[in-house]
């Protein structure tokens, strides 16, 4: 699918993007949370994103597509200059160039803020099932991320155990004075 814009997501989008993030909950193991968050807590979610990172959202027609998004990696300091990405794509709508457009976007946000590690907490199962498979960490090594470690039976859903993969990927250089992290906002009037 190539008709399809990409722009930041508002707190609005909450209902919209929530149906997109319910099926990961009730039907998979793609995400460890066992309980479908509320509207208002979405929205939350949402509002404090935006307060530091990129929000992103693909839509066509109105219509929303899916949505990848920055969060903390680690809230020390030191750690400011990394981030934790997530994705979440439309049932049925995976493998049509939408998780690719809207992570590439959100690298070059990420970028313009001055963020040079994104990281990819991927849940993988020993074997494949039908909560889970290695999509997601297929996804993340064709887009250049590389796996860099692995805590094995951490989540619990389901009535089975999944492991967990991080991955990932250095999208500038690391320089003796890199440049001071731009909260999201303030790189967008740059």
Known sequence: MDNFEIRIARPEDAEALLKIYR????????SFECAVPSVEEFRGRIERTLEKYSYLLAEHDGEILGYAYAGVFKAREAYSRSVETSIYVRSGLNRQGIGRALYTALENELRRQGILNMYACIASPEAEDAYLGQDSTVFHEKLGFQP???FYYCGFKFGRWYSMVWMEKLIGPHTENPAPVLPFPQARDI
């Open 23 to 30: 099926p990961y909950v009730e039907r998979t193991a793609v």
């Open 148 to 150: 860099v470690g692995r």
